[in-house]
DNA sequence: CGGACGGTTGACACTAGTCAAATTGAGTGG
DNA sequence: CCACTCAATTTGACTAGTGTCAACCGTCCG
């Protein structure tokens, strides 16, 4: 089923536009933006880069899904973020050139990205003083999203933490269906449990509790949320 | 035991000069920032600014402790970071003028700053591009460490968790003693509870086992390292 | 058709949290 | 200087919550 047919620059442009690091761009400084990138397919499963590699390039998806992620020593995966259209990742190239990525970015299905050499990009922001600004910005929220999820993850339940990872996915990449919002990825148990650190057991036993309380609706690597507002009471610790 | 005495402002011009931040200022450049700042004194486990509070100064520590903590909704403290002279904290408003600080500042001993309005601080900075780079690089660091840390606490045992915490802070503050090295601040074992995702108990028990092995000297909020290296084996799980 | 993979469930073990009670030690004020 | 107070710490007893392991099922896909 590989529609790893590459999309034509002229469809990217839009989807750059959308992210927010080029927000304020002319149409014209977005097409030489695009025109220094190159397009990256890489089919499920595989890495645009994994971790340990030299940072020499950040991306902005395209199209796809993809999980950023680090294997501990013992080979156990932790799931630090999931990155959908639009979004920029392996930017730490972009201040610190030696490094390498601290992290993988596996595509959990078919996808694209543009990428640019480290080098290339910083010299496209020279020109912009805004875009650092951005970068900035866009870096400070995400420390604050990742202070909080430590918080979470120091002070709460399992079954809060799962619950929470289930509300904060289908904000990023929900889509209305019939029966609720289905969390638009391929999810398995595994990987909620790699995102809100647990195992594929308990994720297994909430769910099937959750889906006898019919809160969501699960199938093979597949998630409905049926009572969004049940979700949220789990968060808050009100269930049972 | 008060020694709020001010310091004056020239004893702050090599601290601010040892600060990453201003790493390539002039001397004239650094007498400028220095003047446009505000000097704070706050007293032990009084605040610089309260989660919550107008992010509306960002700050450089000149002297003493800093805990940087979140709590939840329940009251619990999570501890997220330990500032020392020379570290800047509360730069949220830099890039988000209307935001709110996101932690609490609190300062564990009696303690000093400098402090900025983000707008001086955001001028300021606009006249020498390379500063902007310098802060991204900074986060970017900070994004490293959360993420490590994340893992950690989504993967490791509580006794690998306490292990690293001094091993960090003894990286961070420590001082060298004849007995091995200093943690150099007041430590409970309630705060590396809170830096760690457990409790004073579990800690506490820690504590007494790793003594008898001389692993550590510990008293009232006070922690010395002996081995550092068994400490290291214990985080990579290769203890007992 | 068969193998691989995702998922479910039960039995069991054990880490680490909770609560209670006692102890130590540092700082304070008479 | 000593008694007093309060916070920090220690330790024991108990247990809830989760992880671990094993067995089994269903289904997707080659």
Same mark, same amino acid.
């Given at each position: 089923m590989s529609k790893l047919s590459v999309l034509p620059k002229a469809d990217l442009l839009p989807i750059l536009s959308r992210a927010a690091l080029f927000r304020d761009f002319s149409p014209g400084e977005l097409i030489e933006v695009l025109e220094a990138g190159q397009p990256r397919c890489i089919e499920e499963s =595989? @890495? @645009? @880069? +994994? +971790? /340990?590699? !030299?940072? =020499?390039r950040l991306y902005v998806l395209t199209d796809g899904r993809v999980r950023l992620s680090q294997v501990t020593v013992d080979g156990q995966q932790v799931i630090l973020r999931v990155i959908v259209p639009g979004q920029m990742f /392996?930017?730490? /190239?972009?201040? +610190? !050139?030696e490094a390498l990525y601290p992290v993988s970015a596996e595509a959990s299905e078919d996808s694209q990205a543009l990428a640019w050499e480290t080098g290339v990009f910083r010299r496209l922001c020279e020109n912009r003083p805004g875009v650092s600004f951005d970068l900035m910005g866009m870096m400070t929220s995400y420390i604050q999203e990742m202070q909080d999820r430590y918080r979470e993850l120091a002070t709460e339940r399992t079954e809060q933490r799962v619950a929470r990872a289930l509300l904060r996915l289908a904000a990023q990449l929900g889509r209305k269906v019939e029966e609720g919002v289905l969390v638009d990825m391929a999810l398995s148990r595994q990987s909620l449990a790699e995102m809100t650190g647990t195992t594929l057991y308990t994720v297994s036993r909430l769910f099937s509790k959750w889906e006898r309380r019919g809160v969501i609706q699960t199938g093979r690597e597949r998630v409905v949320i049926v009572k969004p507002h049940d979700l949220v009471q789990i968060v808050e610790g009100l269930a049972e």
């Open positions: =595989s @890495f @645009f @880069f +994994q +971790q /340990g590699d !030299p940072a =020499s /392996g930017a730490i /190239g972009l201040t +610190q !050139p």
